[in-house]
């Protein structure tokens, strides 16, 4: 019952959400609007019909008048409510481009100036990153997932390098965001619901400008170190420290682990 609940609560739930974010923009001439329509209004209800309670640690490191990257693992479809939620700034995400064609969700995405990336483009990918780089610059805030897709279980996945070159164009400071509890509550690629609690922990600020300006695999490590450090602190799976960064052209796999097995 829970499941078929909440894919009736969210069908309808987010083409409502979708108008209203349409509508704010409109009135108020200002994108960030909508965002404030995903945090208030849709992301709560989503949580609440998956039986989600939200734990949020680390609120003091958020500074909404300092652009920030926020960088998160990824259990769960559910972590994108979780993050509206527990990071309150008007942030864009940065996402897949397949996510622009997906009804109501991409169509937002999209007119409210988030970020997609073609990762089979490589020029296009840069692209993309240039213009989440303009938008840092112009006082944005930016959300991603370096691991490229969600942890089949829970374990921190090797990360991609392209989005903390990002980071090191844009020379503003990164914040580790560790969710905990999504997987359990809905696991990739699938519907089924268990309702629990939902933690996430946001980090102390990492400075950019202690690394190198072509450093992005040091970056990464730093940032995920902090990401599996609290995991751990929070009781999930953690991941493997060595195996950090992810092989060229794939995701969830590490340079690590291509080595080892030719």
């Not at 999209?110 to 240039?130: C, T, W």
């Amino acid at each position: 019952m829970r499941k078929l609940f909440c894919m009736l609560v969210a069908g309808v739930w987010s083409p409502i959400s979708f108008v209203l974010a349409i509508l704010a923009m409109v009135v108020t001439l200002n994108p960030a609007a909508s965002v404030w329509v995903a945090r208030r209004i849709w992301s709560p209800v989503l949580l609440w019909a998956g039986g989600a309670t939200l734990e949020v640690i680390g609120a003091e490191n958020v500074d909404p008048k300092r652009p920030t990257i926020y960088v998160g693992n990824h259990q769960s479809t559910i972590d994108i409510p979780a993050h509206f939620l527990a990071v309150p700034v008007p942030f864009r995400y940065v996402a897949k481009s397949q996510l622009k064609w997906v009804p109501f969700i991409g169509w937002y995405l999209a007119l409210a100036g988030h970020v997609f990336v073609n990762r089979s483009n490589r020029s296009k990918a840069i692209a993309s990153l240039d213009a989440a780089a303009a938008k840092i610059r112009a006082g944005v805030s930016i959300f991603l997932y370096p691991e490229g897709t969600r942890s089949p279980d829970g374990r921190i996945l090797p990360f991609k390098k392209g989005p903390f070159a990002l980071a090191l164009k844009s020379r503003v400071p990164v914040c580790p965001v560790t969710i905990e509890g999504s997987g359990n509550l809905m696991p990739k690629s699938t519907w089924n619901i268990t309702p629990g609690p939902i933690r996430v922990k946001i980090g102390k600020p990492i400075d950019t400008t202690r690394f190198a300006e072509n450093d992005r695999e040091g970056l990464a490590r730093a940032v995920r170190e902090v990401i599996i450090a609290d995991s751990l602190s929070m009781g999930g799976k953690g991941g493997d420290v060595d195996d950090a960064v992810a092989d060229a052209g794939v995701e969830g796999v590490g340079k690590a682990r291509v080595s080892s097995s030719t």
